[in-house]
């Protein structure tokens, strides 16, 4: 299974230490140099950037990435970038939480998740006990904004309501 991510959903599991989750779910994730630049290089916290440097099964991808559609010109480079990755690696798998780039990743064809969903498969897959603690400390550490009818969605689909 070929997944790309964006810097958003390494650098929110990294920040709450459930980064290996994405390695057990699917055991190497790749990365465009943007993201590696947003989640290393421009880091706002250097133990985060640390753990994903030490994470050898994220990879970074080499090679430039094709031009997208003007349709996703208000994207930003990292998430642009994952897209273009993903289509050239013809992925099986997007990780990104930004509205307006899954509704691009979408249009193109992409089978996108976010962070409920990689929480969610998680939990089914019996790699981590509940969904709702992380969510809250995401949102208190990070502010991870869920509407409340999403949250009780994923915590009624995540069977912990």
Do not use: C, N
Request: glycine share 6%; aromatic share 4%; proline share 4%.
């Amino acid at each position: 299974m070929i997944v790309v991510s964006d810097s958003s959903p390494l650098i929110a599991l990294a920040t709450v230490g459930h980064l290996d989750l994405l390695r057990e779910l699917y055991r190497e994730v790749l990365i465009p140099q943007a993201v590696r630049q947003e989640v290393v290089e421009d880091a706002r916290d250097p133990a985060v950037a640390q753990q994903i440097l030490d994470a050898a099964w994220i990879e970074t991808a080499t090679g430039s990435e094709a031009a997208l559609p003007l349709e996703v010109g208000r994207l930003d480079p990292g998430e642009a970038a994952a897209i273009a990755l993903a289509l050239r690696v013809g992925a099986d798998l997007l990780l990104v939480d930004d509205l307006q780039a899954r509704m691009a990743a979408a249009r193109m064809g992409i089978r996108i998740t976010g962070m409920a969903g990689v929480l969610m498969d998680a939990k089914k897959h019996g790699m981590l006990p509940a969904v709702k603690p992380v969510l809250d400390q995401l949102s208190r550490l990070l502010a991870f904004r869920l509407g409340a009818d999403l949250y009780q969605f994923i915590l009624d689909t995540a069977g912990e309501l």
